[in-house]
């Protein structure tokens, strides 16, 4: 089964992937900045945006990878520079363990290598199981806002107020294939060695969830990435996104010419 898949523009291929309770929809502002000169390839995780619902079985990002380079397939698309935020870069990380010849340069915001310690698995099974006992993803809506967003950001309502949007159009079982995938995934730090192709590294000085020295460690993991802090919190595309724009223009070009 296909995720829903948005392609917009000519040029190089881009695969950007999303974060967690969110849609293709976060990368927008990339899009219409990038789309005149590269291929935008977005899609949204399962039970997310317009994708259908979760398949049935264990919840694993393997899964959804296969289910990524199908949708790559059906463009017929070999290779892509992969952009990805916190879940997306996890979902990198996969991808790059499984298919490294599909990727021509990797984009990592806001994410980290390293797998969960065992309370923050414990925090994602119990949201999984709330938002299905509830049969509503209300109840996540106002605290993922807080925890993603900088406090200045809050009161953007062209930023918080689409976010809002992205997480009411996650069912409960999105948001819980997404919490039991991540719970479940790997710890990616022996791959950091590995990645030989470009590498563009972005944090957020004032994210709450993955604070700046955890990305700075995964930057110095990876041979000759290149690393930028911005101010801002866990979502630097969207509360930044000029600059992320400027930084993933520079970086993609160079890297999508180079290859
Ligand atoms: C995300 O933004 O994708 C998530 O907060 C990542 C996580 O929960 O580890």
Redesign the pocket.
């Known amino acids: 089964m296909l995720p829903a898949i948005h392609d917009t523009g000519t040029g190089a291929p881009v695969l950007f992937l999303h974060?967690?309770t969110l849609d293709a929809s976060q990368w927008d502002h990339q899009v219409a900045a990038l789309s005149d000169d590269m291929r935008c390839i977005r899609v949204d995780l399962w039970g997310c945006g317009s994708s259908p619902a979760p398949p049935a079985g264990e919840p694993a990002l393997d899964g959804f990878a296969a289910a990524v380079l199908a949708a790559l397939d059906s463009l017929n698309i070999d290779k892509v520079a992969v952009v990805g935020l916190?879940?997306?870069g996890y979902l990198a990380f996969t991808l790059w363990r499984l298919a490294p010849q599909r990727i021509r340069a990797l984009a990592l915001c806001n994410t980290r290598a390293t797998a969960d310690t065992a309370a923050a698995r414990g925090d994602r099974l119990a949201m999984a199981e709330q938002v299905e006992r509830e049969q509503s993803v209300e109840s996540i809506v106002e605290p993922m806002v807080a925890r993603?967003l900088s406090p200045g950001a809050h009161d953007e309502a062209h930023i918080v107020d689409p976010v809002r949007g992205r997480i009411r159009r996650c069912s409960p079982a999105g948001i819980a294939f997404a919490q039991r995938a991540?719970a479940a995934r790997p710890d990616s730090t022996a791959l950091l060695a590995s990645i030989d192709v470009p590498a563009l590294v972005i944090a957020g000085s004032r994210d709450a969830?993955i604070p700046t020295q955890e990305v700075r460690a995964m930057a110095d993991g990876i041979t000759d990435a290149r690393y930028r802090e911005l101010e801002c919190g866990?979502l630097s595309n969207l509360e930044r996104s000029r600059a992320v724009n400027q930084e993933l223009a520079t970086f993609l070009t160079a890297a999508t010419m180079a290859s």
């Open positions: 974060a967690f916190s879940m997306g993603m991540m969830i866990h």
